[in-house]
């Protein structure tokens, strides 16, 4: 009993530790508010003020609460699976087991060394992009980073509404800095009247600034990233495929790499509304061709709504609606180096072997 409570007493003062950064900027976001509209209290600005306040904290919501989207049920290794690879020492019956499980599944991404990108802890084969998160202790869906600042693992499920998170908040600093301005300045001319106040406007100048500078540069890098159809682990390390590294392997064009965060629907864009195309399992890239191995229609069934709290899953048609249209307009499903290569590229499975990736 002794290691379970101790083991659970330190998760709880993990889970609190996790927790400061959201809320320290919660914090923060309040006393700027509090600055702002009981102190500075311009008029003219507020409702300006108020509509960036409210957006930026919509998206912050969202970013922190929207649970990240693990693996389907079918990317999981079955009880006797899981039994049958751990009792085969051979790395040739190894293998064979790893493609057995692995032909039904829309996987076209390897190690770096070429074999099936498979999570012993989650005991799982990934889908493209997933990674193993050892904050969360589970696989996420295209996943981006585990953000301290909003406790949460960035990946499919919020991506744009850290996106949105980023770019309110750039505007909300903004804002308040570019109005600030004016009354901070007369602070340094000894123009104010010698009040509480301002302090107050002192230091939302300086921290507005502050954060203005970080989180310019922050959010221009992810739109690099969205432009380049990248996550932050990919820009570090490129994803490999079957003929190799390539770090522009689900890069589609700018329009259709925006539209694939973003979705189609553009009234819905500057919105925290969930409407990103796909299911987070599979992506539609130029790069691979359809696996010989592998079935033509993943099992499964039709993505759900995630607000309505069911998971996503597979649409029993080969190509989903929405990767129809990312890859409309001269994008196909063939190698690069044309249909002569087809022979030598991309028709067979590399050597497969067990190599946990997390």
């Not at 500075?40 to 649970?67: E, G, I, P, R, S």
């Not at 000894?190 to 989180?215: C, E, N, R, W, Y």
């Not at 993505?303 to 196909?332: C, I, T, W, Y």
């Amino acid at each position: 009993m002794a290691p379970s409570g101790s083991g659970g007493l330190r998760r709880r003062c993990q889970t609190v530790i996790y927790w400061i950064p959201v809320v320290f900027i919660s914090i923060i976001v309040g006393w700027s508010y509090y600055a702002y509209v009981l102190q500075l209290c311009v008029v003219v600005y507020l409702l300006a003020y108020h509509f960036f306040f409210f957006m930026f904290v919509w998206a912050y919501w969202q970013t922190v609460f929207t649970k990240p989207v693990t693996p389907l049920k079918e990317f999981h290794l079955s009880h006797a699976d899981r039994e049958a690879l751990e009792r085969e020492d051979r790395t040739e019956s190894q293998q064979e087991i790893l493609r057995r499980i692995a032909k039904d599944l829309p996987v076209y991404t390897r190690t770096m060394s070429g074999a099936i990108r498979y999570c012993d802890r989650c005991h799982l084969v990934k889908p493209d992009r997933c990674h193993h998160c050892s904050v969360c202790d589970k696989c996420i869906l295209k996943m981006d980073h585990h953000c301290p600042w909003v406790n949460n693992c960035v990946g499919f499920s919020n991506y744009k509404f850290f996106m949105l998170f980023l770019a309110y908040s750039l505007l909300y600093c903004l804002f308040v800095a570019a109005t600030d301005v004016q009354y901070f300045i007369k602070f340094w001319t000894s123009g104010l009247p010698d009040t509480q106040a301002k302090f107050h406007i002192m230091f939302l100048f300086f921290a507005a600034s502050m954060f203005s500078v970080s989180l310019s540069s922050l959010f221009a890098y992810h739109c690099w990233l969205v432009c380049k159809n990248r996550s932050t682990l990919e820009a570090f390390r490129a994803p490999s495929f079957r003929h190799g590294a390539d770090k522009n392997g689900f890069s589609l064009g700018f329009t259709k790499n925006f539209r694939q965060v973003f979705g189609d629907e553009k009234k819905f864009w500057p919105l925290p509304i969930f409407s990103s195309l796909g299911d987070g399992c599979s992506f539609p890239t130029c790069l691979v061709t359809q696996d010989p191995e592998q079935s033509h229609t993943p099992t499964g069934h039709t993505l759900a709504n995630e607000s309505a709290g069911e998971g996503p899953q597979f649409p029993a048609k080969p190509l989903r609606e929405s990767q129809s249209r990312l890859l409309a307009a001269g994008h196909s499903w063939t190698e690069s180096n044309g249909a002569d290569d087809k022979d030598t590229k991309g028709t067979s499975n590399p050597a497969m072997t067990i190599e946990n990736e997390t």
